[in-house]
């Protein structure tokens, strides 16, 4: 199984960014797909999560509004839409998937791709 993580860059507040997650290795249908992100200094966090069969997306207080998680079952790709970043947002975004109960709890998802580092700037 993998997860290949890009999109990230550099870009400045108030700007937008998508990052993609490709997936493969396996079927993901009773999967839940999320992003994570780990700021310079601190711990890896929740942003979003995607119910890979759909009708369900969940977020963090601290994005939501601004983004949004999607995915595209014909290209296994989950998306996550960024806008009005704020530097605060900084950080490597990786995208995770697993049968997890609860969405937030890191150690509950089984694969994790490499990550790609999003810096915005004031």
């Known amino acids: 199984v993998q997860l290949q993580a890009s999109g990230g860059g550099l870009v400045q507040a108030g700007g937008s960014l998508r990052l993609s997650c490709a997936a493969s290795?396996?079927?993901?249908?009773?999967?839940?797909m999320s992003w994570f992100r780990q700021a310079p200094g601190k711990e890896r966090e929740f942003v979003a999560a995607?119910?890979?069969?759909?009708?369900?997306?969940y977020y963090a207080d601290s994005v939501k509004g601004r983004f949004t998680i999607s995915r595209d079952t014909a290209k296994n790709t989950v998306y996550l839409e960024m806008n009005r970043l704020k530097p605060e947002d900084t950080a490597v975004y990786y995208c995770?998937?697993?049968?997890?109960?609860?969405?937030?709890?890191?150690?509950?998802?089984?694969?994790w791709g490499q990550g790609t580092l999003v810096t915005v700037s004031s």
């Open positions: 290795g396996r079927t993901f249908s009773n999967y839940v």
């Open positions: 995607v119910r890979w069969s759909g009708g369900w997306t």
């Open positions: 995770a998937a697993g049968r997890v109960p609860v969405v937030t709890t890191m150690t509950a998802y089984e694969y």
